[in-house]
Structures are given as structure tokens and as C-alpha cells.
């Protein structure tokens, strides 16, 4: 089946500093790759949407300048979060849909990110 | 907007009953509906969807657009089955997935 990898899958950072997520479809191109976030004990919120060669199209309330997505390949979408502050801890959990057609998301197993 | 209520946020049943997780949602145009589940320490992975019209692990769930509901049903629980479902809608050619607030079971034994 499609499998998605995150890595890290889990950070540890210091107030002021930024934070890459990458996300990757290991054996299945991904035209479109999702970014979301889930706070502990809530359901995901989707955050932007990026498709390969394209800027990302961002949920409303969410900061383009502050989550930085880049989606490079079909097989990679990075997600940087700048200057990261204790607000931003969270998990974050990528997607990817192929180019098949298909409405199936995989998920990828998500990233702890712990601001201090 | 397109919205999805998973009215129970927990639900408990006995090993061998029936169990119905409970989802509506709202858009006015013609969705396409999801169930996911989370078991625990694992990623979230796709259980069915409702125009594959399919059986998945004994679950199945039938979209009524009249009472704009898509509940999942098992006649007979499994402690396996015990995880985190959430309901998801696509409604639109993004391919973007709105979830709904999810429902933890759990089978008891």
C-alpha cells in the first residue's frame, strides 16, 4: 500500500528558532500533499494544501509567513515553521494523494513539536 | 462551508454488540464521505469510503443525503475495533478532507 514517512517524528526546540518537517511518499507519486494539525485530544485541522510545483494554498487564519510548505517533488512537501513560539507545539500529521484519480489520503505518522 | 459532527466523543460497547458511531454533516452539494481510524500509537489510516459501498473489517456505513448522515455500523464489536474514528468529508475537487471531531471506542470485554 502508499506509505508516508514524517521526519522528524518528534522536536524538541527552543523559543525563536525554526523547524523543518518533511514529508515524503515512498513508493507513489503525490501531486497533492495536505498539512495538518491536531491539538491534544481534537480532531485534525487542516492547515494548507500544496500541490507539487505550486504555492500552497493556506486555510484561512493560518500564517503563510509563519508555516512555510514546500513541495519540491512528487515525493516531497516540507513543512518549516519559523520562529516557533510555545503556541506552536502540537502535532503536526502530513497527507498525500496520488496521481491517479483517487480521493484516498495517506497519512504520514505525524510530528511532535514541543516549543520551549 | 462544509462541516461534520461526530456527535459522541466516547463510545463504549461489550464484546459482541452492535455498534453504531454517529456522523452528519452538512454541505449542499454532493460530498464524498470517509471513515478513518486511529488505533492506538498508529498513524491514521483510511477504513472505507462510502462510494466503494464496501464491507471492511465487518464495518460498513451508507451515506442517507436525506438525513445527510453517514453513521458506521458493526453488528458484532471486537476489543480490536477499539480506536479512534473519525468521519471526513471531500467536497470539493481539492481533494481537501474536512474531519469531524472523531469518536474513541471501546470494546470491553
Known amino acids: 500500500g502508499a506509505v508516508v514517512s514524517q521526519h522528524p517524528s518528534w522536536v524538541i526546540c527552543k523559543s525563536g528558532t525554526s523547524v523543518k518537517i518533511e514529508c515524503r511518499s515512498l513508493?507513489?507519486?503525490?501531486?497533492?500533499m495536505f498539512w495538518y494539525r491536531q491539538f491534544p485530544k481534537q480532531s485534525l485541522m487542516l492547515m494548507a494544501t500544496s500541490n507539487e510545483g505550486s504555492k500552497a494554498t493556506y486555510e484561512q487564519g493560518v500564517e503563510k509567513d509563519k508555516f512555510l510548505i514546500n513541495h519540491a517533488s512528487l515525493t516531497l512537501s516540507t513543512l518549516t515553521v519559523t520562529s516557533a513560539h510555545p503556541e506552536d507545539s502540537s502535532f503536526y500529521i502530513c497527507s498525500a494523494s496520488g496521481t491517479s484519480g483517487s480521493e484516498t489520503q495517506y497519512f504520514g505518522p505525524g510530528t511532535r513539536l514541543l516549543v520551549l | 462551508a462544509q462541516r461534520v459532527t461526530q456527535p459522541e466523543k466516547l463510545l463504549s460497547v461489550f464484546k459482541g454488540a452492535p455498534v453504531e458511531l454517529k456522523c452528519n454533516y452538512s454541505y449542499s452539494g454532493s460530498p464524498e464521505l470517509f471513515w478513518y481510524v486511529q488505533y492506538s500509537r498508529q498513524r491514521l489510516q483510511l477504513l472505507l469510503r462510502h462510494i466503494s459501498r464496501e464491507s471492511i473489517k465487518g464495518f460498513t456505513a451508507d451515506l442517507n443525503k436525506g438525513e445527510t448522515s453517514f453513521h458506521l455500523k458493526k453488528p458484532f464489536a471486537q476489543e480490536e475495533d477499539s480506536a479512534m474514528y473519525y468521519c471526513a468529508l471531500n467536497a470539493g475537487s481539492a481533494r481537501q478532507l474536512t474531519f469531524g471531531s472523531g469518536t474513541q471506542l471501546t470494546v470491553l470485554p
Open positions: 513508493d507513489f507519486q503525490a501531486t497533492t
